[in-house]
């Protein structure tokens, strides 16, 4: 049932609109809000605020998995599925970055992104063609990664309930200077973006990405989307200093690149997990 649930989730994600109510997120701090006026601290209303989501959902999917043959289990696993995947139209930034560098306006490319960061990156006030470049491939492929590979991942480990507490926790992480949820944030990622780095590696240069990604496993205490762009432009051979006649143009070809790159990890991963169910 889980399987069917992850894939009418996806072929219903392709259509979804990203405004709808279902998306609207403000509730989760209004909780906390909540619990911190009843005089919790918080740490504590950190915890209550993701853990009674998720305690909740559980109990009704428990509750609903041995109703009408599971297809009410399935009916709710797809929404909570819906609701945990990333909150940005992914194909509408993909062309909003590549007509910036196409007209060379690496100024608001720098702006927009800096907006939509959901990262910790700290860029410099000041930035060249090639620092936005990078900036900006950082932000696409970790965007990639916690809006649909992160997401699959803890599905697949932990059921529904893992989905949504890691959307409950990115949330959390992008909303309030909670020191604590950006530290289980950390560890959560841990083990999902190393798996996503892997993926690049062996559906792009596996020789030319083998050393970033060996070196993640060493580098315990890298950030996600270090990991990520590191082993990301290496399989896509993109170095720093590169030079071309029209960087714009060359920023607007990698941006594609990127695209190619998450494109093939997708589909490496929904065959991997086909495999996985057929075999087991």
């Given at each position: 049932?889980?399987?069917?649930?992850?894939?009418?989730?996806?072929?219903?994600?392709?259509?979804r609109d990203k405004d709808s109510a279902l998306f609207h997120d403000r509730w989760l701090m209004d909780v906390d809000a909540r619990l911190r006026q009843m005089?919790?601290?918080?740490?504590?209303?950190?915890?209550?605020?993701?853990?009674?989501?998720?305690i909740g959902v559980g109990v009704v999917l428990s509750y609903l998995e041995p109703r009408l043959f599971g297809l009410l289990w399935i009916a709710l696993t797809?929404?909570?599925?819906?609701?945990?995947?990333?909150?940005?139209?992914?194909?509408?930034?993909?062309?909003?970055?590549?007509?910036?560098?196409?007209?060379?306006?690496?100024?608001?490319?720098?702006?927009?992104?800096?907006?939509?960061?959901?990262?910790?990156?700290?860029?410099?006030?000041?930035?060249?063609?090639?620092d936005v470049q990078i900036y900006v491939q950082q932000l696409l492929i970790y965007e990639g990664y916690q809006g649909w590979f992160a997401i699959l991942f803890?599905?697949?480990?932990?059921?529904?309930?893992?989905?949504?507490?890691?959307?409950?926790?990115?949330?959390?992480?992008?909303?309030?200077?909670?020191?604590?949820?950006?530290?289980?944030?950390?560890?959560?990622?841990?083990?999902?973006?190393?798996?996503?780095?892997?993926?690049?590696?062996?559906?792009?240069?596996?020789?030319?990405?083998?050393?970033?990604?060996?070196?993640?496993?060493?580098?315990?205490?890298?950030?996600?989307?270090?990991?990520?762009?590191?082993?990301?432009?290496?399989?896509?051979?993109?170095?720093?200093?590169?030079?071309?006649?029209?960087?714009?143009?060359?920023?607007?070809?990698?941006?594609?690149?990127?695209?190619?790159?998450?494109?093939?990890?997708?589909?490496?991963?929904?065959?991997?997990?086909?495999?996985?169910?057929?075999?087991?």
């Amino acid at each position: 049932m889980s399987f069917l649930a992850m894939i009418i989730a996806l072929l219903i994600a392709q259509l979804r609109d990203k405004d709808s109510a279902l998306f609207h997120d403000r509730w989760l701090m209004d909780v906390d809000a909540r619990l911190r006026q009843m005089g919790l601290s918080s740490s504590v209303s950190f915890f209550c605020s993701l853990a009674l989501p998720v305690i909740g959902v559980g109990v009704v999917l428990s509750y609903l998995e041995p109703r009408l043959f599971g297809l009410l289990w399935i009916a709710l696993t797809v929404i909570i599925l819906l609701y945990s995947f990333g909150r940005v139209n992914f194909a509408a930034m993909l062309d909003r970055y590549r007509a910036y560098f196409n007209s060379g306006n690496f100024e608001s490319a720098w702006l927009d992104a800096k907006s939509e960061s959901v990262t910790e990156m700290d860029p410099a006030e000041e930035a060249s063609p090639e620092d936005v470049q990078i900036y900006v491939q950082q932000l696409l492929i970790y965007e990639g990664y916690q809006g649909w590979f992160a997401i699959l991942f803890f599905f697949l480990v932990f059921g529904p309930e893992g989905a949504l507490a890691y959307r409950l926790l990115q949330l959390y992480s992008s909303s309030a200077d909670e020191e604590l949820a950006h530290r289980l944030l950390f560890y959560a990622d841990w083990v999902p973006v190393r798996l996503v780095a892997a993926t690049f590696s062996l559906t792009g240069d596996f020789l030319a990405s083998r050393d970033k990604l060996l070196a993640s496993f060493s580098q315990t205490s890298q950030a996600a989307n270090e990991v990520l762009i590191a082993t990301a432009r290496a399989a896509l051979g993109l170095e720093r200093g590169d030079t071309a006649s029209d960087v714009g143009d060359v920023a607007a070809a990698q941006v594609n690149q990127i695209e190619a790159l998450l494109s093939r990890c997708a589909f490496f991963w929904l065959a991997s997990i086909s495999l996985i169910v057929v075999l087991f």
